[in-house]
Nanobody, 118 residues
Framework: QVQLVESGGGLVQPGASLRLSCAASGNIFRLAIMGWYRQAPGNQRELVATVTSGGRADYADSVKGRFTISRDNAKNTVSLQMNSLKPEDTAVYYC????????????WGQGTQVTVSS
């Protein structure tokens, strides 16, 4: 089992920045892929960004150039720096842990609300 605890959501104005953090604990596999997904009301959950243990990052086209994902393998944490936020970034953001080989080993955090509004 892996537990994920997110922090850092909130209400900000368009153009502002916000940083999300996620701490993982439990039976951590060092090669796990970690990332962030989001779900807006009425929409399906979508990928925002993922990062491998080696630091390779992938981003959704909608956030490229604005969001940066980072990972601290020693502390088992993953962060998402979000700049130039837009109203369409409003969603519940979920931290994700995925074993690269055992597809059943995927875990989610409880979610943190990000609201971008003037």
């Amino acid at each position: 089992q892996v537990q994920l605890v997110e922090s850092g959501g909130g209400l900000v104005q368009p153009g502002a920045s916000l940083r999300l953090s996620c701490a993982a604990s439990g039976n951590i596999f060092r090669l796990a892929i970690m990332g962030w997904y989001r779900q807006a009301p009425g929409n399906q959950r979508e990928l925002v960004a993922t990062v491998t243990s080696g630091g390779r990052a992938d981003y959704a086209d909608s956030v490229k150039g604005r969001f940066t994902i980072s990972r601290d393998n020693a502390k088992n944490t993953v962060s998402l720096q979000m700049n130039s936020l837009k109203p369409e970034d409003t969603a519940v953001y979920y931290c994700n842990y995925k074993h690269p080989f055992l597809t059943s080993q995927q875990y989610w955090g409880q979610g943190t609300q990000v609201t971008v509004s003037s």
